[in-house]
């Protein structure tokens, strides 16, 4: 990825903003598959990292590597998005609500992947995907997730248990 | 399998799953579409605002508390306190906060990764525009003194407390805690009592408000109700009206209004069935939307709906008349 592209792509270039979802759409695309375990719901959220990365684009300064970057607004649009959605219309819905899990909607892996794995992964209660998500794929300390979705670091770790002992569990059925 | 086997597994999974359709199409749109209505339309209009208040001398400003991290105003960082100018932009980044003294009338807090313009600051006119991000407002004053800007329409406080995030292309959410709100855009507009809470589009400007502990698959026929397009509406208000309770009557209020003219008749029964209408508001009232017969629904809904949410906990109060239950 060249820092050219970048550099056009906050000056308005449309064209290198292409190129740039092109080259990082599969990465974002898995981070958002994962936290939300929805293939429409990544879809979406998907999107929405890259409008908001037109906007926000002006306020990269390379501090950092451009995708570590991008990562990181990936993370906080999908669990911006779930507190929001959360409010609006989870709050009474249960984790384990068939509709909320529907297995179906789940885009499916590539073949030859850990298939079972990643639909274990998708059908973990929320709070738990994401952390384990976050924590076991992404490598994120609990410090830092405890920030991004808003919980205590106590809160991730017992997170991260409870994931690591229902996907056992469920890879071992 | 062993938290070790599990761990090989997860270390074997592909960083990069490619999207099983192309989403770059989506994207394009969203970036073209909002770039001409809201930037530069807002903004020209934002600097002949500024001009005029400047030529008019009532340039004025508002106190601004750095809660976290360091804010900008324009170009400006601030760690403590700065002044608010009418024209000025405040910005917070992903770990900075800032509250904003609404005048004598209130206050807002700006939370974390939002940019925010002082539009108007007169004692007759508060006025913000949100361009993105959230904000928590407080307000105590007479109805219709504090206005937020969003990128899809403009919320109009009634004497309230509420939460409003918007992105940059205007889908948001607006949450009331206290008093009432109203969201306009256009000729469209709808009202959000407390414990309400109400969907925002780019396209179509506000939804259908619903109440916060609506059940889930009515929030979903609801917003499938604001955002299909008519041949298919007409499915989504049926689901509405099968799942509507006597508590979801500010949403069938709204749905009254805005519901192909020969299905209204149909809202208006379920409505009255759930809530009956007060003297002096007929049927026929109701179906042309007459003013008077509209108003005159939402009082008594609105008075129901305050009743319950005031008392909850304290009182069980039915839905249906807004008198105590036994």
Known sequence: MSDDLVARAQ???????????????????ALCLRLTGDGRDAEERTQDVFVRLWDKLRSFRGESAFSSWLHRLAVNVVLNERRTTGRRERRVMPAEDPDDVVGAQHAAPPAGLS???ERAIAELPDGAREVFVLYDIEGYGHGEIAQLAGIAEGTSKAQLFRARRLLREKLER | MNERELQDAVNRLPKSIEPPRDLWPGIEARLRQPRRVWYWLPLAAAAVLVFLLLARGERSAWDVTALAGRPLIGTRR????????????LQTDDSSRALIAVGRIGQVEVRPDTRLQLVVAKANEHRLALA???????????????????PAGTAIDLGCAYTLETDSLGKGLLHVTAGEVEFQTGSRSSRVPLGALMQIQPATGPGV????????????????????????RARAVRTVLTLARPQDAISLWHVLQRVDPSLRGVVYDRLAALVPPPPGVTRRGA??????AL???????????????VLRGVRDIDPRTGLAKP
């Open chain 1, 11 to 29: 000056a308005g270039d449309q064209t290198a903003f292409r190129e740039l979802y092109r080259h990082h759409a599969g990465r974002v695309y």
């Open chain 2, 295 to 309: 108003e005159g629904y939402w009082t008594k809904i609105q008075r129901i709906h305050f009743r319950i949410m």
């Open chain 2, 132 to 150: 993105r991000g959230t904000i928590d407002a407080k307000v105590d004053a007479v109805p219709r003194l504090f206005f937020v800007e969003t």
């Open chain 2, 78 to 89: 601030f760690a403590a306190s700065g002044r608010l100018r009418v024209g000025d932009w």
């Open chain 2, 209 to 232: 408000p619903y109440v916060e502990e609506a059940p889930a698959p009515f929030v979903r026929a609801l917003l499938a109700f604001d955002l299909e397009r008519r041949g298919t």
């Open chain 2, 287 to 292: 179906l042309a939307l007459e003013s008077r």
């Open chain 1, 115 to 117: 298939i079972d794995l």
